[in-house]
Nanobody
Framework: QVHLEESGGELVQAGASLTLSCTVS????????MAWFRQAPGKEREFVSA????????YYRDSVKGRFTISRDKDTNTIYLQMTRLRPEDTAVYYC????????????????????WGQGTQVTVSS
């Protein structure tokens, strides 16, 4: 079992920066890849970014490349999503998820493949 808990979401203006945190506990984390997904009202949950816990390989959706950075702190078992130059279209509930580290890249993008999820944190970007 893996327990995930997100924090850091808030209301910000367009152009601002925000860092989300996801505290992870449970099984051997090197067995997992961690990801951030987001879900806007009326839309499906979509992939934002992922990181393989053991090697630190990172992946991003095109719309956030150059603006968002995912990282992990092995000492505190925390995943971060640093978000800069936020846009109104980034508004969503952001979820942290865990999937087996054996997942290939296409699987990392698929929310249905994830075994564990946090409760989500709301990010609202006003124009």
């Amino acid at each position: 079992q893996v327990h995930l808990e997100e924090s850091g979401g808030e209301l910000v203006q367009a152009g601002a920066s925000l860092t989300l945190s996801c505290t992870v506990s449970g099984r051997t984390l090197s067995d997992y890849a961690m990801a951030w997904f987001r879900q806007a009202p009326g839309k499906e949950r979509e992939f934002v970014s992922a990181i393989r816990w053991s090697r630190g390989n990172t992946y991003y959706r095109d719309s956030v490349k150059g603006r968002f950075t995912i990282s992990r702190d092995k000492d505190t078992n925390t995943i971060y999503l640093q978000m800069t130059r936020l846009r109104p279209e980034d508004t969503a509930v952001y979820y942290c998820g865990a999937v087996t580290n054996r997942a290939i890249l296409s699987t990392l993008w698929t929310s249905q493949a994830y075994e564990f999820w946090g409760q989500g944190t709301q990010v609202t970007v006003s124009s």
